[in-house]
């Protein structure tokens, strides 16, 4: 792996309650673009990936006044050329390195929806492109990443089963990935999942969960990573961890900057609506034809 001396060097110190950090994300993203090693920066692509998922989402439903979100990694008209590859060939391009698991999802969209038009929300396949991603990433090779994006699969899974049990939905039908944490949070009808003592995180992660103020709940969880992050790369001062980790802070700082309290009152309503909503027939018809 590189050491990045002069980057880490003259980075601005940054802090869980910066308003406004020296650097946004788009603008990180194009400098350490120029520095890192090609190895590094794909490691740095899993970063970026998260937004690709919702620009191919958005693409395939042709979502009205969707805005493209240009901190992926592939620009708008390469997310046509693959899926359009895709749809022809059942193929990614050969010039363009895609993700095993972006090719897998667009195939089971498309067999799923074929030629038909479809830009309601769905949360079933935002729930699959986020396992398959999760599933991928944890296996990047990088110690770091590999907890990293398992630390992050359980955080969603711990705050969707507790949200999912507070209002009497199926824990199975809403939990995603395979792992031991997973699974515990699909059966165990203990209150806190018998989590406790699973990693050195869990118990203030399930305690932070029952929180009921949103907007204090994300923030301490924001906290729980800020703090995961800085323990984990105590001793990697120069190494592309702590360069990925400064870049995972600055998305916490942009994200903080942008949120207010009836924004994120307003998103999580929306997505117990949307969750209530969906009948058990389709569900049954998605687990059926996704198997």
Not at 96 to 122: A, C, K
Not at 136 to 148: D, K
Not at 193 to 217: K, W
Not at 260 to 278: C, P
């Amino acid at each position: 792996m590189s050491k990045y001396y002069y980057l880490i060097s003259g980075l601005p110190a940054i802090t869980p309650d910066d308003h406004k950090p020296a650097y946004t994300v788009a603008e990180f993203k194009t400098e350490i673009t120029t520095v890192l090693s090609e190895q590094d920066q794909k490691l740095a692509d899993w970063f970026f990936l998260p937004y690709d998922n919702r620009n191919l989402l958005a693409y395939l439903r042709n979502t009205p006044r969707y805005v493209f979100d240009e901190r992926g990694v592939y620009t708008e008209e390469i997310i046509k050329e693959i899926c359009d590859s895709m749809e022809s060939e059942d193929r990614a391009p050969e010039n363009i390195r895609v993700p095993d698991y972006l090719i897998e999802f667009i195939r089971d969209y498309y067999e799923r929806f074929g030629d038909t038009e479809v830009s309601e929300y769905n949360v079933l396949w935002e729930d699959r492109i986020s396992a398959m991603y999760y599933h991928e990433a944890m296996t990047c090779g990088n110690t770091f990443l590999s907890s990293w994006f398992e630390m992050n699969l359980n955080i969603g899974n711990v705050m969707t089963a507790v949200n999912i049990r507070r209002h009497g939905l199926d824990r199975e039908d809403y939990i995603i990935g395979d792992n031991e944490v997973a699974e515990q949070l699909r059966h165990s009808s203990a209150h806190d999942f018998n989590l406790g003592n699973s990693s050195d995180y869990m118990a203030e992660l399930v305690q932070i969960a029952e929180e009921r103020d949103l907007m204090v709940r994300e923030r301490r969880t924001d906290v729980l990573r800020w703090n995961w992050l800085e323990e984990h790369t105590f001793f990697k001062t120069f190494d592309i961890e702590s360069v990925l980790s400064y870049l995972i802070r600055l998305e916490m700082l942009e994200r903080w900057a942008g949120l207010d309290k009836v924004k994120g009152e307003e998103t999580f309503r929306r997505l117990v609506t949307e969750m209530k909503r969906e009948s058990q027939d389709t569900l049954n018809e998605f687990k059926e034809n996704n198997k």
